[in-house]
Structure formats: C-alpha cells, structure tokens
C-alpha cells in the first residue's frame, strides 16, 4: 500500500472506524470512500481493512492523538457507519478524553432499537444515504447518496473473453453477489434460474457471497434444489471472493440481479452499472434512484417472483438490449453516481460540524 511521505498522525483530520473483521458492504463503503476523501482532507483508517493511499491507525495510536489537533480543526471527526463504532468513538471521547466531533451514517431502512436511537442521539451529525432511510430518523439527518469507484468498477474491454477465462459454461452469465440469506432474496433468484436457465442454454449463473452459520442452512437448501434439477454446473456458487476479485466478476455479468427483500442502500446495483451490467432490482433499498426504469435496467415489486423472472427473461431473450442497458447505466453511474461526489457531500457535513458552536465537541476543544 502506497502511503504518504512521512505520514504523521497528529495532521489526520477524519478517522474512518472498520471494526468489523469479515467483509461486507458496509466495509466496501468505508475502504472506497476513504482515498475519495484523502483528497479533500487527511483521512486514516482504523481497524481492519486496506486502502490504497490511506494510512492506518490502531485504537491504541488514536488515543495518543488525544493531546493534539490537526492544524487548523478544533477536532478530529470519527465517522461511524456501525453500533460498536459510535460506541468506540464515545468512549475515545468521553473516557479518554479525546477531542471529537461524532458522525454516524445510518443506511438502515427499519425502526432502530432503543439502544441505536440512544447512541444516535449523542451523535454531532448524522448521515443517510438515501431518503428511505432518512425518513426512519427523528433527528436532524443529511442525504448524501452512494458513489462508486468508476476506476475500480468499470467494464471489461471484451466482456465475452472475460467470461471465457472463467472456463464456465454458456456465452453469457447472470449473477447475484451479497450475503445468502432470505432478506437478500438469494431464493427468489435461484428460483428464477431453475425456470429459466433451460430455456436460455448461452447463460450461466453465479451466486458470490457468503453463507454465514445461522443460513447455512438456507444455502444448503438452495444448493438441493439446484442439484436436483441438474443444474450445477450452470448455477455456479463461488462463495465469499476476496475483496480485489469481485470487481473481475461483475465485469463478466451481462446481467446483473438484485432480489432483496430489505436492503440499506444496495450498493451492488451500483457497481454492477459501473461494470456495464445490466440490471433487473426488487425496489428495496436506493434501487428506485439507482435505476433507470426501462433504460439502465428494470424493477419489480418486493417478493413479486414471477415479475422477477419475466424481467430477467426479456434480457435472456435480446442480450443485445442488456448490452445497451448496461451502457447506459454506467452513463448514469458517471453522471449522478461518482464516489467523489458522495466524498464532498460528506466533507461537507464534516466542515459545517468543525465550523459549528453547537457541537460539544468545539466547546470542549
């Protein structure tokens, strides 16, 4: 990883907490962000997690931190996107005395529980990347929708080569990455391969993702049916991938499936457009800002099954059409959808905080 000459602790001005160990969209957000924001001010990480051009720091480095500014900041930010991280940043600023301002992105579509609301409320700003999940806050909140890494994301020069490569079968591949589990719809889509999947014999199916212990279970019931319709070898599931090889998938889908039942924001959708996939999305999560109905893609009702299947259907039929979409969402991507722009939406709410005599933490400084 390639970090800045000389790198100094005491200059950082935003830290970007992953406490989490195992990969998830939340991670994705915070590792993609993070050199975006690198560039509008000095960002590190801490925790788990690799950025390029993002120095690290440990918990134990940022409590040294407590006895110095940043130059020209009355104190550092601490942007949480997870309970434990709020609850890490409170207690780096209430017990050890750290200089804090305390932001929190809630992309959660749900009530939240007593204990989230209580840590939210102790929040100096609070951040939602879409409406839906704005509206399930009762305080004070600023909508900076997702971007994505258009140079990480991008599409394949030959599309059909970078599938052959797979040594897979059939022409083309439709997929759908995330966790395997219900409110993921990872049923929903495999159903809809059993269906389909013989009548189109040019198409393959990947699953990418990760079956935690509680949904093992579900996989392994997923897996059956497949098996028992002689359809393994077309319903491909790769598992978890690490992290630098997903984009290399998304760029051989044709068609990209988003069968959520509950979904945060939906962040797959997007970097499928990014690869120039076309996409075929439940309305959950940002899916309805995200796609382009009839132009980047198609979405369908929540649990509607069989409008699931007719969509992804009229793309099986005409993959000339679902190589047009896919055009046309990274367009949209481009125009709307750049994570630099998602970067200075957020530096924004981090500059009114540092300029801002409400916060505690201004006052403690």
Known sequence: MSLPARFEPRLVEVLHPNLHHR?????????????AMARLCRVALVGSGEAKGVPKLSLREVVRLRRSLPPGRPFRVWHARRNDEMIAGLL?????????????????QRHHTAFTNFLMRRMDAL????????????????????GVDLTRYRPA??????????????RHAIGVFGRIRPQKGTDLFIA???KLLPRY????????????????????????????????????????????????????????????????FGLTTLEAMASEAAV?????????????EGDT??????????????????????????????????????????????????????????????????KTA
Do not use: C
């Not at 075929?280 to 382009?292: E, L, S």
């Open 92 to 108: 780096l600023k209430h017990v050890f005395g750290l200089p804090l301002g305390l932001v929190f992105t809630s992309a959660a």
């Open 192 to 194: 809809a391969m059993l």
């Open 23 to 35: 990969y998830s969209g939340v991670t994705t957000t915070i590792l993609s962000l993070a050199p």
């Open 157 to 170: 020069p030959d599309r059909a080569a970078a599938w052959k490569e797979t040594g897979l079968p059939g």
């Open 280 to 292: 075929v999305a439940t309305r959950a999560g940002a899916a309805p800002h995200i796609v382009a």
């Open 127 to 146: 951040i939602a990347p879409s409406p839906e999940a704005a509206a399930y806050l009762d305080l004070p909140v600023t909508i900076a929708l997702h």
């Open 201 to 264: 014999p040019d198409f393959t199916a990947v699953v990418i993702g990760l079956a935690t212990e509680m949904d093992r279970a579900f996989a392994a019931d997923l897996k059956a049916k497949v098996a028992a319709a002689g359809l393994a070898s077309r319903i491909v599931f790769l598992g978890e991938l690490p992290p630098d090889e997903v984009p290399l998938w998304f760029r051989r889908l044709s068609i990209f499936v988003g069968p959520q039942r509950n979904e945060g």
């Open 297 to 362: 893609g198609f979405l369908v009702a929540i649990e509607d099954s069989a409008a699931l299947a007719d969509r992804i259907e009229r793309l099986m039929q005409d993959p000339a059409r679902a190589a047009a979409m896919g055009k046309a969402g990274r367009k949209r991507v481009e125009a709307h959808f750049n994570i630099e722009r998602e970067a200075r939406e957020i530096f924004a709410v981090y500059e009114r905080l540092w300029a801002s005599t409400r916060s505690t933490s201004a």
